[in-house]
């Protein structure tokens, strides 16, 4: 009986032992010697199960233990880099990348082990979006951040081609897989040329480290893409939605892998970058508006506006509200340069006369809007423009946090707000009268409500206002101001309200894009058609009403009688009639020769305003200003 005893409790625990150990060994990283084939996919399982075990609580330390206080920081550090990578800081994004290369250079020691996962010897064969990440990895110690224009320079590539389909050929700004590999094998016979290894054993492992950060916690194959100085980036704003549905795999055009990128003043589509799955892009475009506290999109709010960590602007939209999933990124610089530096092109002459005209124009206090369409450049231009604004408080209100004053201009008296799901821009907006400023700023008038706020701001609460739009003329931008003024309720006759715009907006900078070049079109003065006109004098209407008597000697009473007409008509023609305005355009862009020029001179009244704003030292350089461009043109004026 005790035999059987003992025989049973031993069988018990080596069934218990062995029942460990299998779980043990379950929970072991698996080795790549255990599979057939080593791919992206098999790498990918052990960086996700070393990572795990790197930062899984529980050491076998004690707290005493000297090595302790080590490890649990490194454990902290990989862990909260690896919480932020998720938005793209870049910090963590290096911290996670650098772990994940050492694990690869680990698995893979040897330039052969590499090649069976990628093969890195031939290149042509290989998947574009793997080729994208060798070719960042070789330009950024020479071109950092900025290989987007560096390819550009170089191979143009937001040139319109011809692009050939079974029923038309078109044209388009397509940066295809076709283009990606003539651009890296010329780059990689170049270093080739300079005796340098062609891709040497750390690039390799980089690239790699790179592909499966982007497969793990970044956005897919955009994420390097987005660390570059772009200006903006769409995804799934194109191709087909429908593919799926009727099995046409091979539609070179898919949601899926449209990737749109701002080249300059170009939308160029990097159809190379391909996300393959909706659950993927899904994925990313979530992951990619997930910074902040709002919450995150859903069938009842399918869309989304947020600010990114790197203050872009990003507007996320989902099915059924959008036809597919699609993402509109803006970037903003951080370190917008002068207006000078901004205007002062190789292909563009004389842009000393639109930058002297915008800071006589803030030195003297005036309401300006920048106006024009989206990407020509007005809210980076309003933003050098601010340089130009000295010991004034600045009060500014935006959709979200695009100008970034405070990082562009920190030593400048400036407080930035914009609205919530709880609070809106009316109620912002009357705050900043409470907050001591002097300037007062609307990063874009979108709102009814805002223009007509912005319109009281430039009346009552602030020296002056500046604020962009995106009127494509100065009737648009006029028209469009007076319109959400009568839309918001704040006015119900729509001469009254044009009246008021036009007793507050004075100048507008006008940007477009001309031969792939942002320029300053016009910089003009609204006048108000009774600024222009003055009530005709009473010795000459009497002079038109004898004249339309047609009689050697006309009847005084007659004459009084119709000179009253006339003028009463003029009254109420201008009470009446829609307010209407003219403009002076003094600054012009010559298209044909790319080149600024003067036009007409300023208002004797806007000119006396510009000067009784002006230090000493800014008169005599506005006299000297004047006298340099307009001095000798007919409607030059004087100052």
């Known amino acids: ?56 609580e529980g050491d076998r330390f004690a707290a005493s233990d000297p090595m302790y206080e080590v490890i649990s920081r490194n454990k902290r550090r990989l862990s909260d880099a690896l919480r932020d990578s998720t938005y793209g800081i870049p910090a963590a994004r290096d911290i996670v990348i650098a772990t994940i290369k050492e694990i690869v250079q680990r698995e893979l020691p040897t330039k052969e082990a590499v090649c069976e996962v990628v093969d890195f010897d031939d290149t042509s064969n290989m998947d574009a979006s793997i080729k994208w990440e060798l070719l960042c990895v070789k330009l950024k110690p020479q071109y950092g951040s900025d290989i987007v224009g560096y390819l550009e320079k170089k191979y143009h590539i937001s040139d319109k081609r011809v692009v050939n389909e079974a029923r038309c050929s ?10 990606l590999d003539v651009i890296c094998r010329a780059e990689l016979q170049e270093v080739l040329l300079q005796g340098k290894e062609v891709i040497s054993y750390d690039e390799m492992t980089q690239t790699l480290a ?42 070179p055009y898919r949601d899926v892998n449209a990737v749109w990128v701002m080249v300059g003043p170009y939308w160029v589509m990097f159809s190379f970058l391909d996300f393959h799955e909706v659950e993927e892009m899904r994925r990313v475009i979530n992951q990619m508006v997930s910074w902040g506290t709002s919450a995150p999109m859903s069938e009842k709010k399918p869309y989304k ?54 800071y006589y124009l803030m030195k003297g206090q005036q309401t300006t809007g920048f106006t024009g369409q989206q990407g020509t450049g007005k809210t980076t231009m309003m933003a050098g423009a601010f340089e130009f604004i000295e010991d004034m408080n600045i009060r500014c209100l935006e959709m979200s946090f695009e100008l970034a004053l405070r990082e562009v201009y920190p030593e400048k008296n400036t407080f930035t707000v914009k609205p919530t799901e709880y609070v809106s821009a009316a109620n912002l907006q009357d705050l900043l009268k409470k907050t001591d400023g002097w300037v007062s700023s609307v990063g874009e008038v979108a709102e009814d409500i805002v223009a007509a706020r912005m319109i009281q701001f430039g009346l009552i609460a602030s020296a002056f206002t500046i604020f962009s739009h995106h009127g494509k003329d100065d009737v648009g931008l006029i028209d469009g101001l007076t319109n959400s003024l009568v839309a918001c309720g704040e006015y119900k006759d729509h001469n009254v309200a044009a009246s008021t715009v036009l007793d507050v907006i004075k100048h507008n900078v006008h940007l477009t894009k001309w031969n792939g070049e942002r320029v300053v079109e016009y910089i003009s003065q609204i006048v108000k058609a009774e600024t222009l006109a003055p009530y005709p004098e009473i010795e000459k209407l009497l002079g038109e009403a004898r004249d339309y008597l047609k009689e050697d000697k006309p009847d005084e009473l007659a004459k009084v009688f119709i000179a009253y007409m006339s003028l009463t008509r003029e009254y109420y023609t201008r009470r009446t009639d829609r307010v209407k305005f003219t403009s002076r355009y003094i600054v012009k ?49 004087t100052v």
Do not use: C
């Open 305 to 358: 506006v947020v600010d990114g960590y790197d203050g872009s602007r990003r507007t996320a939209i989902r099915p059924g509200a959008g036809e597919s999933w699609a993402i509109f990124i803006r970037k903003f610089n951080l370190s917008v340069h002068s207006v000078k530096w901004l205007l002062n092109k190789k292909a563009v002459h004389n842009y000393e006369l639109p930058m002297w005209t915008i």
């Open 1 to 56: 009986m005790g035999q059987i005893i003992a025989g049973l409790v031993i069988t018990l625990v080596l069934i218990t032992v062995t029942f460990f150990l299998l779980k043990r060994r379950q929970g072991e990283r698996p080795d790549l010697d255990n599979y057939n084939m080593v791919t992206l996919q098999t790498l990918l399982k052990i960086v996700k199960d070393e990572m795990a075990d790197i930062t899984r």
């Open 210 to 251: 790179t592909v499966l950060f982007s497969m793990y916690h970044g956005f897919g194959v955009v994420d390097t893409l987005l660390t570059l100085k772009v200006d903006g980036v769409n995804l799934g704003v194109s191709g087909s939605t429908r593919y799926r549905i009727e099995g046409r795999w091979d539609a």
């Open 170 to 179: 078109r044209y388009t700004r397509e940066f295809d897989a076709a283009m």
């Open 589 to 637: 862009f010559n298209k044909d020769t790319m080149t600024y020029e003067p036009g007409e001179w300023y208002t004797p009244e806007i000119e006396a305003s510009i000067i009784s704003n002006l230090s000493e030292e800014d008169r005599v350089g506005f006299k000297t200003f004047h006298d340099r461009y307009w001095g000798n043109t007919a409607g030059g004026g």
